[in-house]
């Protein structure tokens, strides 16, 4: 009688503690968006870093430009693969977004789906959005 | 069954600690020795000095020269202008302004305002009428640089007193500190307030203070900053710690004061009177 008490309740448990997995397997979650390559940023072969490590650590490598523009005066980046990039997210064509043309595609889609809103444009212009 | 005594299973537990706690230490040192080969440094023309220093001659420099300079200051730096309508379909519902607030980098400033210990009873009639161009000093000593609990605001190694917008916290210590006046603070987000966003340079953000950078971002390019370009010749800018240098040669030769020398903050803008 016990027993089957028991093993009843640790069904019904394990149902509940798995909920996300069975909510998820019954609804459609959306895709991770590719941040869309356009134009200059299409046709260059590479970026700053490697693409895996440019995703994982893009974050922390333009607050190490930052500091370095600012405080230690330097403003050329030579990358590991020889590139030379200016250190600035949207000042001149060798910056950030003198590749990467379209902010929205590029950025904002994978921070929204990631639901981080970095606010780098609160100060920060973007040239080709200033009309 | 096999039998384990209490000393046993903790020697195994211990041996299995340090095994899990070495391998990501040995992945860190493993990714760190195919390393970066990543190098930072500056563009060629970039000028270099030990101080940067200003001498305005106030002889030479007139109000019109003045205007040309603020113009060029103001519009490069995306500097709001308050008296500037903002764009209603672009920024709705934009509250009245408090005039109060205003934000300026360089600024014409009466003599007893611009050198208050310096008032004189009998003072040259011509001085009365003088417009001051004043900014930041850029002190050798700087109070606000002491006062910056988060280190946004700091020395460079070129003596330029600069900030680091992105580490303000807007405390305003700063503000308190600087005997000069020479920061303003953000009470509201300046950019329906500007007119033309020039995209070589970022806007601010509410909250944030601000003042003149003597041009860091031009200097990085070997440009002269914005206000010696605009001055005619009026505004001498050099390196005070290079006794050849055109600013050296120039104090050198003419009688020059600072603002509020008293307070032992060395002012490295000078006024050739």
Known sequence: MNKNVIVIGLIVFVLLVLSPFWFNMITTTEAAPEPELLGRAKK???????KYDMRANHMSLLDEWRDSVVRDTNRLYTAANGHVFEMSLSTGEQSCLGCHEDESKFCDSCHTYASTSPYCWECHTNPKEIK | MMEKSRRSFLKVAGIAAIGLGASPALNFAASDSHGLAALK???EE???AHRWGMAINTGEISPEINTQIIEACHSAHNIPDFNHE???EKYPDTRPVNHKQEIKWIWEEKYNYAFPDKEDEFLAEKFHHLPFLVT??????APCVQACPTQATFKRKDGIVIMDYHRCIGCRFCMAACPYGSRSFNFRDPRPFIAETDSAFPTRSKGVVEKCNLCAERLAKGEAPHCVEASEGTIIFGDLEDPDSDIRILLRENFAIRRNEALGTEPSVYYIV
């Open chain 1, 44 to 50: 260059a072969e590479q970026c700053v870093l490697e």
């Open chain 2, 136 to 141: 930041c000093n850029h002190c050798k000593n």
């Open chain 2, 46 to 48: 970039a000028l270099k």
């Open chain 2, 41 to 43: 440094g500056k563009k």
């Open chain 2, 86 to 88: 903002p764009d209603e």
